[in-house]
């Protein structure tokens, strides 16, 4: 079965640079592009990051994505207030026929 | 502007079915697929199936396979999603949202639809 693994929590203080993992297999990461989402609480997830690294229009370039073999990451630089939500990457699932989902990672700021 | 707009939260008994429904506008309906998600109490998202908005095609994760149903009214630009044989497991936020077929990403979503199993 398929998975993608984020680390359950990171922190920082307003203005520093934060970064989140998302480890995946060649079934997904490895041969499709990966896409980070922002949920704020109590809301549905928002498209932050797709392709592995472009920005829908009206996301700020303070969230930035990148992706090697298997892996991803997505970093927020200029950490802010509202910043603080959970971030789920994804990406197409071959195996699943269908978007595979990461645990999420829980950003707090400090 | 691109809006999905979900029907309201339900409460279910065990065994039973729930439709929960998702309104498009903004967009052309028939050249883009709905996908079903859904999101279980401090668990992850976990994708559930998807329908050409076109030709009506359906794909269902393996996980719902015999359970769930989506199927979709063009003329309303709707989509719909039908869970079968409800469990307690199945309390969950479940969201629609627009994909291009058979890729992602999944860049508009719906507001949610809490279902909540409970005798």
């Known amino acids: 079965q398929s998975v993608l693994t984020q680390p359950p929590s990171a922190s920082g203080t307003p203005g520093q640079r934060v970064t989140m993992s998302c480890s995946g297999s060649?079934?997904?990461?490895?041969?499709?592009?990966v896409n980070w989402y922002q949920q704020l609480p109590g809301t549905a997830p928002k498209l932050l990051i797709y392709?592995?690294?472009q920005r829908p229009s009206g996301v700020p370039d303070r969230f930035s994505g990148s992706k090697s073999g298997t892996s991803a990451s997505l970093a927020i630089s200029g950490l802010q207030s509202e910043d603080e939500a959970d971030y789920y990457c994804a990406a197409w699932d071959d195996s699943l026929n269908g978007p595979l989902f990461g645990g999420g990672t829980k950003v707090t700021v400090l | 502007q691109v809006q999905l707009v979900q029907s309201g939260a339900e409460v279910k008994k065990p065994g039973a079915s729930v439709k929960v429904s998702c309104k498009a506008s903004g967009y052309k309906f028939t050249s883009y697929a709905m996908q079903w998600v859904r999101q279980a109490p401090g668990q992850r998202l976990e994708w559930m199936g998807w329908i050409d908005g076109g030709n009506g095609n359906t794909k269902y994760s393996q996980k719902f396979q015999g359970r769930v149903t989506i199927t979709r009214g063009t003329s309303a630009s709707t989509a719909y999603m039908e869970l079968s044989s409800l469990r307690s497991e199945d309390t969950a936020v479940y969201y629609c949202?627009?994909?291009?077929?058979?890729?992602?990403?999944?860049?508009?979503w719906g507001q949610g639809t809490l279902v909540t199993v409970s005798s």
């Open positions: 392709s592995n690294n």
């Open positions: 949202a627009r994909a291009r077929v058979g890729v992602m990403p999944l860049d508009y």
């Open positions: 060649s079934s997904n990461i490895g041969s499709n592009t």
